[in-house]
């Protein structure tokens, strides 16, 4: 008990725990959410939810900025907070409204299949909810940025709860009542959250404020996309090249294998967010400690998933524990490399770097997606092969300059 109220009283590690537990909350109800979902609607039904939910995603994720990244490596240490947070709710706001305008304006040539976007009062709970999904993006990186990752937990909690309920009402309207139950969620869990500290939100830009971050923030806002580009893209090329079924069993075991990616990215959170209040000779400190604490829990379960990938499989069915447990194996190996990359980017942001954080970003990206657009022909497990050798490479020149910090 005292070990674990020492972790939890340690800013480093406590934002962390609550970050890593905020994950896996979020994985557990999502799976609930979806095997709820398939049992009251079709399966056409679930498909066009999934569009509508990936549409708010990808809008959300151009309107972003790189705010969210910025707002961690920033606020820690700015004394007008609230000015700097309504900045770049404002400002991100304004963009997610435009583009979600747009994007209704233009559905029937985007995405035909969404065609009931046309129809004015869908249309217009769309865009609202594409604002309310931006606001909720931005909210945790707050709450990280003030040391408060609880309040992560519990407004992704109340979200997590409230959307396992609203579909049993809202079943008349199909599609719409999936993609409704999820969004609803999303706003009375950001309201909600807006009580959890001393904030006033504002509609105001601060010039110099928004200047003081553009850069850093567009950098990052670039770098993120690269870095999520994999797990966006590999699906789509899968499809094209094979077939949609090989896609499934990709998908299961990428979701699986995103489980262990979470220590470091959590871990990595926190340190730029305790990182960005810290002296240069105390953020070794740091660093050693957020490298220790990636490896005190990803080993042991990544061993774990690479032992008993066919058994977490079959949770899915025989045939994705005998199609992609080989790569899941592969991908829960490339963990490790991961965190050490992630952690090497983390310092970077910290220092400013922002050069070399897009250029790593850049070359996992293009490298993993290239290598596996080659081998491809050859199975699915050569798209985890080229994961990990692009992650192993990059992680090579990472922990080479790791050492160098360490010793500096």
């Given at each position: 008990m005292k070990i674990l109220k020492n972790l939890i009283n340690d800013h480093l590690y406590g934002n962390t725990l609550w970050l890593i537990a905020d994950s896996i909350m979020l994985t557990g109800f999502g799976f609930l959410f979806w095997?709820?979902?398939?049992r009251l609607f079709s399966s056409e039904q679930?498909?066009?939810?999934s569009t509508l939910l990936a549409s708010v995603g990808l809008l959300v994720a151009l309107s972003l900025l790189g705010f969210d990244i910025a707002l961690i490596r920033y606020l820690p240490g700015f004394g007008k907070k609230n000015d700097m947070i309504n900045s770049c709710f404002s400002l991100s706001g304004i963009i997610a409204l435009l583009i979600s305008v747009i994007f209704v304006l233009k559905v029937d040539i985007f995405l035909p299949k969404l065609i009931l976007l046309k129809n004015g009062v869908f249309g217009t709970l769309f865009i609202i909810f594409v604002v309310f999904n931006l606001f909720s993006a931005l909210i945790p990186s707050v709450f990280i940025a003030i040391r408060k990752s609880k309040f992560v937990f519990i407004k992704d909690l109340i979200f997590s709860i409230l959307k396992l309920v609203f579909p049993f009402f809202f079943v008349f309207l199909g599609a719409y009542g999936i993609f409704s139950s999820w969004m609803i969620s999303v706003?009375?869990?950001?309201?909600?959250?807006l009580f959890f500290w001393r904030y006033k939100p504002r509609f105001r830009i601060h010039k110099k404020i928004v200047k003081k971050m553009l850069k850093f923030s567009v950098?990052?806002?670039?770098?993120?996309?690269?870095?999520?580009?994999?797990g966006m893209i590999l699906p789509l090329m899968i499809?094209?090249?094979?077939?949609?079924?090989?896609?499934?069993y990709f998908y299961i075991a990428w979701m699986i294998a995103m489980m262990l990616f979470i220590v470091p990215v959590s871990i990595s959170k926190s340190l730029l967010s305790e990182g960005s209040r810290i002296r240069k000779e105390n953020l070794?400190?740091?660093?050693?400690?957020?490298?220790?604490?990636?490896?005190v829990l990803l080993v042991p379960a990544m061993i774990a998933v690479?032992?008993?990938?066919?058994?977490?499989?079959l949770l899915f069915g025989q045939e994705y524990s005998e199609n992609a447990y080989r790569l899941l194996q592969i991908l829960a190996l490339s963990s490790i490399p991961f965190a050490i990359n992630k952690i090497y980017i983390t310092i970077n942001n910290i220092q400013h770097?922002?050069?070399?954080?897009l250029l790593i970003n850049l070359i996992v990206a293009v490298g993993s997606l290239s290598l596996s657009y080659m081998l491809l022909s050859y199975g699915l497990i050569m798209v985890g092969f080229s994961w990990l050798v692009t992650q192993i490479l990059v992680a090579s020149f990472s922990t080479i300059k790791l050492i160098k910090i360490k010793n500096d």
């Open positions: 095997t709820i979902n398939t679930v498909g066009l939810a706003i009375i869990a950001f309201i909600i959250s950098v990052n806002y670039i770098s993120n996309f690269l870095g999520v580009a994999p499809t094209n090249v094979i077939n949609p079924t090989t896609t499934a070794k400190k740091k660093i050693k400690k957020s490298i220790k604490f990636v490896f690479v032992l008993l990938s066919k058994y977490f499989l770097k922002i050069n070399v954080v």
